[in-house]
RNA sequence: GUGCCCGUAGCUCAAUGGAUAGAGCAUCAGCCUUCUAAGCUGAGGGUUACUGGUUCGAGUCCAGUCGGGCAUACCA
């Protein structure tokens, strides 16, 4: 919603866009309509149809009555660019109005992508808010799943987008090392260190299977012998296995350029403030004051029956302990009290329930639900020669976050991850994220990175081209169609870093940069550079430059590297 | 049973309610004496799971049917 404001007004996007809306307006007052609906500029899918479009004639025919072709050349009369601007503008198909630019427009526009550097697509909307984009929240139980490496690409693009907007952004993640989850990995650790010391064990099948579990077991074992095993305490060994887990958590998500600011322990909510009560009592007691908890069974609930859900939620247990409930709720009022105007919360599609209570629970205590936006990522799986892969922490035998990179690489590893929709279960095919071939998309994006920084450095050797104090002043010498068609290609970034945002969806900046590679990649085919006239010659240098900018904006996004070579 | 996500080319996936539904892979046919062939050009391939509805217009929205995934805990 916060981003939809911003991108119908087209003030963020494409400024070609943003060029015609006034011209539109002036026309629609001149030809006497009045309306408040937005004017919508978007790209028509054919080339013939021209550079631009709009459909407002088909918006406006229904309450003006009019058949949408004769409005649409109603308005088109009142037109007036001014020169050298637009050189023809027609209507087409239902009502379509279309504009057809003059090159050398376009041309000059683009030079907007080599002074803006690497601001291009920023914009200040969000300055001076604070945005928190939640993710990973993986408790330290286990070394991380391939599954949770998914939420963390999408959430770490996602805070890069933020940022990009002007928001002042704080990676989080939430955790939790007193809950069930953790007595038993503690359980576990003590039975393989049990064994280390010669004893027989009967293992339960509940409990953490993974070989990490014997290695920490082995770490102990090494560093106390079997003196731990007169006790019955297993303080040392949780402390210990939660130490080593996060540890190689943190180094897992390090490799993959993902890193936290902050790390929230779900515990802190537990304790109570000075001189006062704990966070998770004091939302017990506001949503009591609003009438919606009661105590029953030994236990305390949240009445979410009268918000017309099947059934009421637990949120302290009849042991005394909360359930996950009830801190997730308190967690969220810490964003508010944190004074964030915008939280992103990334998780994948099994903890689906857990949101609606959330937000339940803070609009009955007065907090401003707009702000906070979920982004739920569905499932991963793997494929290793055609052959899926199915995982599951407990049993030991999931596939590994840290094997999948060994494996691919970092790069890979990330664009994989994002470059299918969050909604669409993913199927990671390992054979195809190793080949070092056209056929990986990585590589296809990366090499033409590359490409062009091979060609800057021929330019800069052979006729001493100074890629760094290049204008783009003698841009409009370009009149090709790839030529043209790369330019305007170029100043849809802005609007794509939007509708990345609009949508959470980083998948929608893999396409585009696809589609960018593949443009510069046929230019490169069909226009020489370095063998053109000098005038031609600088600005195809200063186009490539372009493209180079726009590539390394949103490989940044994407945190994949920009090769300078392959 | 109920809730959420998905169903689009042989495969993996795109497509703000807009024009003839697009890419990549695979298949077939071309392009290196020439700035990186890790590239480019072209061809074939579709009843958008199904049935209705809403409207100028539906892959997209609504209702239902069928299929797959996830969730339906006093685990997180």
Same mark, same amino acid.
């Given at each position: 919603m916060l981003f939809q404001a911003a991108s119908k007004q087209c003030h963020n996007?494409?400024?070609?866009?943003?060029f015609f809306v006034p011209f539109i307006q002036d026309a629609l007052r001149s030809a006497g309509i009045e309306t408040d609906k937005d004017i919508l500029i978007e790209k028509p899918t054919e080339k013939k149809f021209g550079d631009f479009s709009t459909n407002i004639a088909l918006l406006l025919a229904k309450e003006l009555k009019k058949n949408p072709r004769t409005l649409a050349g109603e308005i088109m009369e009142h037109? &007036?660019? @001014?020169? *050298?601007?637009v050189v023809k503008t027609d209507v087409a198909g239902p009502g379509f109005i279309n504009f057809h630019l003059e090159p050398a427009f376009i041309m000059r526009t683009v030079r907007d992508v080599l002074s803006e550097g690497e601001s291009f697509g920023s914009n200040p909307a969000g300055k001076g808010q604070g945005a928190i984009v939640e993710y990973?929240? &993986?408790? @330290?139980? *286990?070394?991380l799943t391939v599954g949770r490496g998914r939420g963390g690409v999408l959430g770490d693009c996602i805070a890069n987008l933020l940022e990009t907007q002007g928001y002042d952004v704080t990676r989080e993640y939430y955790f939790n090392d007193a809950g069930r989850q953790m007595q038993i990995l503690a359980e576990s650790v003590r039975y393989r260190y049990l064994e280390q010391c010669?004893?027989?064990?009967?293992?339960?099948?509940s409990h953490y299977q993974g070989d990490y579990i014997r290695n920490i077991a082995e770490t102990l074992f090494i560093e106390h012998g079997d003196e731990l095993a007169k006790s019955e305490s297993l303080s040392v060994f949780k402390e210990t296995a939660e130490g080593i887990i996060f540890d190689s958590i943190r180094k897992t998500l390090a490799r993959l350029s993902i890193t936290h600011d902050s790390f929230f322990n779900e515990h802190t909510l537990y304790k109570a403030e000075e001189g006062g009560i704990s966070p998770n009592q004091a939302v017990i007691e506001a949503l009591d004051a609003k009438g919606f908890i009661s105590k029953f069974d030994n236990a305390t609930w949240f009445l979410t029956t009268k918000l017309g859900q099947e059934k009421d939620k637990v949120l302290i247990k009849s042991s005394g302990d909360p359930s996950y409930r009830l801190p997730d709720i308190a967690y969220h009022v810490t964003k508010f009290n944190r004074g964030f105007s915008l939280m992103v919360n990334v998780f994948g599609a099994d903890h689906i329930d857990e949101y609606p209570d959330v937000n339940e629970a803070l609009k009955i205590l007065g907090y401003d639900t707009g702000r906070i936006r979920v982004a739920i990522n569905q499932f991963v799986t793997t494929t290793v020669g055609g052959q899926t892969i199915k995982m599951s922490t407990r049993k030991g035998n999931a596939d590994l976050l840290d094997d999948l990179i060994d494996d691919v690489g970092a790069d890979a590893t990330r664009l994989f991850f994002i470059m299918r929709s969050k909604d669409s279960h993913l199927n990671f095919d390992i054979d195809l994220a190793k080949k070092q071939s056209k056929d990986n998309p990585v590589f296809y994006l990366q090499y033409a990175h590359?490409?062009?920084?091979?060609?800057?450095?021929?330019?800069?050797?052979?006729?001493?081209?100074?890629?760094d104090s290049a204008t783009g002043e003698g841009l409009d010498v370009l009149d090709s169609e790839v030529e043209i068609e790369l330019a305007s290609a170029l100043l849809d970034y802005p609007d794509v870093i939007q509708s990345c945002l609009r949508f959470l969806e980083p998948q929608k900046m893999v396409e585009y940069l696809h589609g960018i590679a593949e443009l510069f990649h046929k230019f490169y085919q069909e226009c020489p550079i370095l063998k053109a006239d000098p005038a031609i010659r600088t600005a195809r240098l200063e186009l490539s430059l372009c493209v180079r900018r726009v590539l390394r904006n949103g490989f940044t996004i994407l945190g994949i590297s920009a090769p300078e070579s392959m």
């Open positions: 996007g494409n400024p070609m866009r943003a037109f &007036a660019f @001014p020169e *050298g601007t990973v929240s &993986a408790n @330290p139980t *286990g070394p010669g004893m027989t064990v009967d293992f339960p099948e590359a490409r062009i920084c091979s060609l800057m450095r021929m330019a800069g050797n052979e006729i001493g081209f100074n890629a």
